[in-house]
């Protein structure tokens, strides 16, 4: 028995063939004995797998050739953890049986699509999928596959049963432009079970069409389906004169269950609709059920379109009892009876049973104006819920709509059931089109039910909205008088392109219905009147409807094939539902000819559902502006409308239209849509004063949501005007209304601007300026008049000015900027001080120091201001690439602006003034960068982006727009494809464009450099000056630095804002030049680099320095730092005093430090003095007494009077931070302590209006300015409050606002010069541990680093850069003009 047992194993150890049984020696393949490797693993024995080339899987293809034996199972290897050999019999995993699929290619029509490009298809179920399958078939001549034009192939594959296919992989290998393929679809058959798979394509597989991709995953077609049937449809036309038809005849069936799709009545014989014979037709769509109606019309093409049908008769083929009868017995012609092209007939079971029509009466009002009449054609539309009376023209023997005067009108048609809405037009005919519709009632007479629709508009193309046709509910019309009733209606934006084949433009009238989902109505023919549908472009139209139709389920669209080349072959049509904001795609591609293809003039497009983009919806307003009635109030101005409620602001709205507006006691009517912005609580309303007469006198805005019906009133009753009233022309009003319980009150502020000292530091531009607080902003207010200079911005002067607002709570930051017009254009601005009358509790004051010019510092015109002072560190670089389309004249000469909109606001208008890459801008089919620095708007929503259309030729095709943002690693694209220029498409030269894509890029953080130049005789460059940063992590490309300045002069100190990889701490630099130009030699004397975190933890912040700066001011750039540096800063500021009065700031900045390192000595004495005062610091910190004050004991000083004058010096610059001040952190080795971030950013002072800065707030002093400001806060509370909370724009969150920075010094103190020392350009320099020290070595031409703070360095000739991670260290080298790193 014991002997047996290893007998059964090595039985089991057999190999076995591919259907389980063991292999035999008629198999050819005599078997090996394996013998497993043992070794010893941790006490324990284990078997090594060793090979087996019976069971290895590359060879089984070669046995089973070789011996004709089936291929053998690889065996599973021996595990290393079990001391028995492997064993065949183990459970074997699952297979899948093979199954055989059929796959149906279809090729596109379009020209150029097909290909001889090798096809391959993978197939996805879930987390199985089928590997890639070559499609492919033998030819007889040799060549390769083609899939030919509007080709349709089924190939055989072979492959697992995986069960629902959810997508497909369909790629080709082909890179040549012949190798383009247009994909239609792809239909998959499971021919074991059955069942299709349908995958609908419809694009490009190519490297040189549309988004140059050639592979595409296609997803399942899931429309659902609905029960399907086939209806017999005869008809029988007249035995007359003229009664056949040769135009194309369409049928809708109307059921119990639904209704159908427009369906084309065509057969074989084609020879169709001739006089007194029937046609049978044979059509497949849904089953609606018992018939109740049928719909029947023909387009009208052909030399005689007229036609007399005598009846239809339709029968359900698969039901066949089920058959109705629809008399007719009237003319479908323009030139006969009513001139109708279709009919709705009522059905019935008895062929000899004749439907009754219903009567309706119609009443139609004009209005009692001036020109009111109208001499055109009218038509209408009367719907209902599931049907329509078609468009009905409106005409008798009669002199209709005349002035004040009422006409009536009887309709024929099946019974509608209850009306919900019209659509009344005209055809814009005549001498005098123009029509003001006051009202239309529509009576059913059989019911005596009336109903009423109220309009109140011009239906006409020069005046009012510009529109000649409106869609009206019933009862609709809103509150108010007749002069402010609002008219309800569903806005949808309609983007039609045509194709860009030849002869693809047309000239005919072209309509378009759109169809509800789910059969939820349509919106009757809506004329495109005012498109031009040109080759290759996009029309864009604003039409709205009565009733929701979003998501639609289809879309017709055609023409009436007048004019001459009435033939049209259109691309696309693109709508969005401006409420919802789903932008919905109809890709058509097809002629609408009645010479070409299938000779239909109009189609029925479908949706491809891939496409569906769910944007940001918009809120319907209707605005009314009352001018006052009194002398010379009106205006030709144009007037422009900003909202504000508590989720946001609108954009700048102009409130135009074809009528002449904002004349004396008139009130006109505007509808505008804008994103939802809550409960409004302000406007700004306000004109540019630009045309002669343009004082105007405005007495009230009102406006009411369309959606909600609240209605806000704004009250004014002042000027407009710059020789009227305070001169102002921008006007900020409170609301009244739903939501809004105490309005917010006006105030004024004092707005004080410092111009700087430096040379031509003055200016001629126009100046603006913009406030920012809790509650928004003010807007650019242009500061005309002074109040202190008739010369406005001159050097060392100071202009205030007073500007009137809605309160805006505290404020956050200021925009300030110039038009850069004039002959001296360059202003250097010191700061603002923005003051509000009544009250100190909202003084500020925002430091400046920088230009605003073109050809100074970084060039730009327009800076915004925060707390912290550091504008370079509260802005976000955004690269900007604009494309001009390739088309004629696409390139303009007008100056182009942009707006980037986010989640947290707007950068406001910037100008794309200087391209990265080209003097010349926006040339045809060019792309230009630009490089733009502006607020952290957030994730970016929209963009704003147009022109002014100031030079000849200022017409614009603007093709798309990329944004970058590197510091969050975003790519937005924004696709416009269309023409901003006043004489193209909408006439529009400004458009606000949504992300069509975006991509996830690599993210970079924001490096900002301060380079000192040496004072010396030659020291400044003129070359082209590089710099490539190291760190812990990696390294930067090469780093070009340059503005609009004069870079790089002698005594200079030159700013520098770059972006690049975060390379963890940095550990050095190399910075040189490229030797061109006169005086290249370079005398660098040290480089400031400030490294933005991404993130900064309490923990970390806690166990860093935390150091604000305000500005290059050395006395306004004091550490935060524990009490034991007071002393030390004390010494400084002694040492700063007696320095030269001419330097600058930063240069007695650098003094001072060179000071501190030549007396270190001096300041380490005071170390123990320091350790106690810390020690009662952290005391009172645990005692909870909020931020404490030193003694002079406290720090050792004697009680004289000069120490204590001393102390509250070091008090007032210790203590000038605001609570979002930028924050630097650096390393604090060696110390005993930080400030945590709630000691240095919750209790301090603004600055005060002269630049210096209050002492920190204690509690008495806070609860003092509490009950000085209760009175304010009470006037605001209840309303304030909620806005305060929900306030989106223009919020300031100090905690969100504050950039964390890390600051890392590299001397140099060398020149970079080929004629000077030792030839060298470029040097490398390490990072410094105290910064901005001097190194006192004799001949210091190295720059070491040591991580204790206050060594000297004593090498000889330190020439080289070394870094040393044990503090203290000293290096002796005798020339280490290497760079050596020390990892100890």
């Known amino acids: 028995m014991q002997g047996a047992a290893p007998a059964r194993r090595m039985k089991k150890a057999r190999p076995s063939d591919s259907l389980g049984k063991p ?29 087996d080339q019976l069971h290895d899987p590359h060879l089984q293809e070669f046995y089973a050739r070789k011996f004709g034996g089936a291929l053998l199972p690889t065996s599973r290897s021996c595990s290393r953890t079990s001391s028995r050999p492997c064993s065949t019999t183990s459970k074997t995993k699952k297979t899948l049986t093979d199954v055989l699929y059929l796959v149906t290619v279809a090729t596109g029509g379009r020209r150029n699509a097909a290909t001889e490009a090798n096809v391959f298809l993978r197939m996805k179920a879930g987390k199985r999928q089928i590997s890639k399958k070559k499609l492919c078939k033998r030819t007889d001549d040799g060549k390769p596959f083609r899939f030919g034009r509007g080709s349709r192939h089924t190939f055989k594959v072979r492959g697992p049963d995986v069960g629902m296919i959810s997508s497909i992989i369909i790629e080709h290998d082909g890179i040549q432009k012949e190798d383009s393929w247009f994909l239609e679809e792809i239909e998959i058959t499971n021919t074991k079970s059955n069942k299709k798979w349908l995958f609908p394509c419809h694009q490009w597989l190519s490297l040189y069409e549309n988004d ?89 093409s052909g030399h005689e379109p007229g036609w007399l049908l005598e009846r239809v008769v339709v029968t359900d083929l698969k039901h066949s009892k089920r058959k109705y009868y629809f008399s007719c017995g009237q003319w479908l012609a323009k030139d006969k009876a009513d001139g109708l092209l279709y009919r709705d007939l009522l059905g019935s079971t008895d062929p000899l049973e004749k439907g009754k029509a219903r009567k309706y009466k119609v009443c139609v009002f004009t209005g009692d104006k001036r020109g009111a009449g109208t001499d055109a054609n009218a038509f209408i539309t009367i719907f209902a819920d599931a049907a329509d009376t078609g468009e009905r023209g409106l005409h008798n023997s009669k002199s209709n709509f005349e002035r004040g005067k009422m006409d009536e009108f009887v309709l024929r048609c099946p019974p509608l059931g209850e009306i919900k809405r019209i659509r009344i037009s005209h055809d814009n005919s005549g001498a005098s089109p123009g029509w003001f519709l006051d009202r239309v009632t529509v009576e059913d007479v059989q019911l005596c039910r009336v109903y009423e629709f109220a309009c109140h508009r011009w239906l006409s193309s020069t005046k009012g909205d510009g529109e000649v046709s409106m869609e009206v509910a019933a009862g609709g019309g809103g509150g108010g008088d007749d002069a402010t009733r609002a008219t309800a209606g569903v806005p949808y934006e309609i983007r039609v392109t045509t194709g860009d084949v030849p002869n693809a433009s047309t000239g005919a009238n072209v309509f378009v219905v759109l169809h509800g989902g789910d059969r939820a109505g349509n919106s009757g023919k809506v004329w495109l009147q005012q498109g031009k549908f040109r080759r290759g472009e996009t029309d864009v139209f604003n ?20 004019g001459l080349g009435a033939g049209w072959y259109l691309e696309k049509v693109v709508v969005k539902g401006v409420q919802t904001g789903t932008e919905q795609h109809f890709p058509c591609a097809r002629w609408l000819a009645s010479g070409e293809g299938d000779s239909l003039i109009s189609r029925d497009i479908h949706e491809d559902r891939r496409l569906r983009k769910l944007k940001k919806a918009m ?49 006109d009517e505007f509808k505008i849509h804008t994103i939802d912005i809550g409960i409004p609580f302000k406007i700004r309303i306000g004109h540019n004063g630009a045309r002669l007469g343009a004082a105007w006198h405005l007495d009230k805005v009102q406006m009411e949501n369309t959606l909600s019906r609240h209605r806000y009133v704004y009250r004014c009753a002042r000027w407009l005007a710059t020789c009227e009233d305070d001169g102002q022309v921008v006007r900020e009003l409170a609301a009244e209304g739903p939501g809004v319980h105490d309005p917010l009150p006006v105030v004024r502020y004092s707005v004080k601007v410092h111009t700087g000292s430096r040379r031509g530091a003055g200016t001629d531009a126009g100046i603006f300026v913009c406030l920012f607080g809790e509650l928004g902003d003010t807007g650019d207010r242009s500061l005309e008049n002074s109040e202190t200079h008739r010369d406005k911005f001159e050097c060392q002067q100071v202009d205030e000015f007073t500007i009137e607002a809605v309160t805006l709570g505290r404020l956050s930051k200021v925009r300030i900027g110039h038009d850069g017009s004039g002959a001296a254009a360059g202003w250097f601005l010191e700061k603002v001080v923005v003051k509000q009358e009544g009250t100190a509790t909202y003084d500020t004051t925002f430091m400046c120091n920088r230009w605003l010019a073109a050809h100074e510092d970084d060039g730009l015109l327009v800076r915004e201001l925060t707390l912290n002072n550091n504008d370079l560190h509260n802005t976000v670089t955004y690269r900007v690439s604009v494309k001009t389309g390739d088309v004629r004249g696409a390139g303009t000469d007008a100056n182009v602006f942009l707006t980037l909109c986010g989640l947290d606001g707007d950068t406001g208008r910037l100008e794309l003034r200087q391209a990265d890459n080209s003097n010349n801008k926006f040339e045809r089919g060019r792309t230009d960068h630009f490089t733009l620095e502006a607020v952290d708007i957030g994730r970016v929503e929209r963009i704003l982006i147009g022109h002014d259309d100031s030079q000849l030729g200022g017409a614009w095709y603007l093709d798309s727009v990329v944004v970058k943002v ?41 490096y900002w450099l301060t380079v000192w130049t040496a004072d010396k005789r030659g020291a400044g460059t003129d070359a082209n000056v590089s710099l490539q940063i190291y760190g812990e992590s990696g390294k930067t490309d090469l780093l070009q630095l340059g503005n609009s300045a004069d870079n790089f002069k002698r005594a200079a100190i030159d700013k520098f804002k770059v972006n690049a990889v975060d390379v963890g701490k940095l550990t050095k630099i190399r910075v040189g030049h490229d ?48 009490q034991r540096d007071r002393t030390s800063v004390l010494s400084r500021k002694k040492q700063t005093d007696s320095s030269d009065e001419s330097h600058d700031s930063d240069e007695s900045h650098y003094d001072m430090r060179d000071a501190q390192s030549r007396n270190s000595s001096c300041v380490l004495q005071t170390r123990g003095r320091t350790e106690r005062a810390d020690r009662k610091k952290q005391k009172n910190q645990k005692r909870g007494s909020g931020v404490q004050k030193c003694t002079a004991a406290d720090l050792g000083v004697t009680s004289s009077d000069e120490s204590e004058e001393e102390l509250r010096e070091l008090y007032e610059k210790w203590d000038c931070f605001e609570s979002n001040h930028v924050v ?12 945590s971030p709630a000691d240095s950013y919750s209790g301090y002072d603004r600055s005060s209006d002269d630049g210096s800065c209050d002492r920190p707030v204690t509690s008495r002093r806070r609860e003092k300015e509490s009950e000085e ?13 909620t806005l305060r909370r929900d306030l989106k724009a223009g919020t300031c969150n100090s905690d969100s606002n504050k950039v964390f920075v890390e600051k890392f010094w590299f001397v140099c103190n060398w020149w970079l010069a080929r004629t000077e020392d030792d030839a060298e350009i470029v040097r490398e320099l390490a990072t410094t541990a105290e910064p901005g020290h001097r190194f006192t070595t004799p001949d210091p031409r190295s720059v070491t680093s040591a991580a204790e703070p206050g060594h000297r360095f004593t090498t000889p000739d330190p020439r080289s850069v070394t870094s040393a991670a044990e503090p203290g260290h000293r290096f002796t080298t005798p020339d280490p003009r290497s760079v050596t790193s020390a990892a100890v």
């Open 23 to 51: 292999l035999t020696r008629t198999s050819g393949i005599k078997p090996k004995p394996i013998s497993p490797i043992m070794r010893v693993e941790n006490g324990r024995r284990s078997c090594l797998s060793t090979y």
């Open 543 to 562: 039409v709205e409807v009565a009733a929701h139709l979003t998501p639609l389920g289809h879309v017709t669209i055609g023409h009436d094939d007048s």
């Open 1224 to 1235: 630097s952190l650096t390393d604090a080795q060696g110390q005993n302590g930080g400030v």
């Open 966 to 1006: 590197p510091a969050r690693a975003e790519k937005y694209t924004f696709s416009c494809h269309r023409w901003l220029a006043v004489d193209e498409a909408d006439g529009k030269t400004e458009v606000e464009l949504c992300p069509s894509d975006y991509v996830a890029g690599e993210k970079e953080v924001a």
């Open 1075 to 1122: 030797g061109k130009g006169i005086g290249s030699g370079w005398f660098l004397d040290k480089i400031l680099i400030e490294k933005q975190l991404s993130q900064v933890t309490e923990s970390q912040a806690s166990a860093k320095h935390l150091e604000v700066t305000q500005g290059e001011d050395y006395d306004a750039a004091v550490k935060v730092q524990p």
């Open 619 to 667: 809120v319907p307003w209707t605005v009314w502006v009352h001018t006052s009635d009194c002398v010379g109030a009106g205006t030709d101005s144009a007037i422009f409308l900003v909202i504000y409620g508590n989720m946001g602001k609108t954009d700048t709205v102009i409130l135009d239209n074809m009528d002449d507006n904002f004349e004396s006691g008139q009130c």
């Open 1269 to 1281: 400001a209760a009175p304010a806060s009470r006037s605001h509370r209840g309303r304030g409050s």
């Open 212 to 300: 140059c991709q050639i592979t595409r995953e296609l997803y399942l077609d899931c429309t659902p389906k609905c029960a399907t049937t086939e209806y017999e449809v005869v008809t029988v036309t007249g035995d007359v004169r003229g009664a056949g038809t040769d135009g194309n005849v369409f049928v809708v069936l109307y059921g119990k269950h639904g209704i159908t799709d427009r369906l084309h009545l065509v057969n074989r014989r084609g020879d169709c609709f001739e006089r007194d014979k029937s046609d049978v037709f044979v059509v497949q769509t849904m089953d609606v059920g018992q018939l109740v109606k049928l719909h029947v019309e023909h387009d009208g």
